[in-house]
């Protein structure tokens, strides 16, 4: 299913945490990238397609400051990031050497990117957050990228936060981090996730009347009962 406007407004309603429950219920447990926490507070819910980034470790001959007019480089895959895309990279969590600075950030904002997601760093923290480009990492640090990372490839399978994502795959994050949807399960999600938001709703409003929570947090038959009567 493709992800339509509407499903993506569908998806900005549903928390991340709410999302990982319903992917729990359907088997999966490993959908919420360690390591990519919000850069700036109260960064919106987002939601996008995932345009994948790949690096590893580096070598001398390869990550070199010469390899950023490479044809394969960030600058490149930049270039073929489409608009509204969540860009997700794989740094293999590593924290001392900035995968993206200012300057990568602003033409991403340019190009209509929607977000960046890394388990590693970005630098020149100051100038990222003056592009207003949403970004969920694991920090910040001064080296670049060569320092200790080399860049290999875009739009292909990739590990971040110890999560399989490939491209096209759905991210939807939030204050609480970043979650993936595999794209053949987009459907089921969106069929079952605003229902999940709305039981928990009513369970605190519940909760706000005394309600103790045996029998209402997970819910009873009688309780079930008396929820499907609120819905009417």
Known sequence: MPLTAKAIETLKAVSTATLTTVLLKKGLRNVW?????????????????AFTLRFVPAREDLATPASWA??????????????????VVDAMG????????????????????????????????AGVLDTNLPVWCSGVAAPPSVAGLTFVAWQEPIGCGGVAVFPDDIVVVDQDGAVLIPAGLLDEVLAEAPE?????????????????????????????????????
């Open 70 to 87: 490479s044809p394969i480089s960030t600058r490149a895959a930049i270039e073929a990031m489409p608009e509204g895309c969540i860009a």
């Open 33 to 49: 990238m360690r390591g990519a926490m919000p850069l700036r507070p109260g960064q919106p819910r987002l939601v996008g397609p």
């Open 196 to 232: 999940q938001e709305r039981m928990e709703a009513w369970i605190m409003t519940e909760i706000d009347k005394g309600i103790p929570l045996p029998g209402l947090y997970p819910m009873d038959a009688e309780t079930k009962a008396r929820y499907e009567g609120s819905k009417k």
């Open 94 to 125: 590593i924290t001392d050497a900035g995968i993206f600075g200012d300057i990568l950030c602003a033409r991403m904002q340019k190009r209509g990117v929607a977000a960046l997601i890394t388990d590693g760093v970005v630098r020149d923290v």
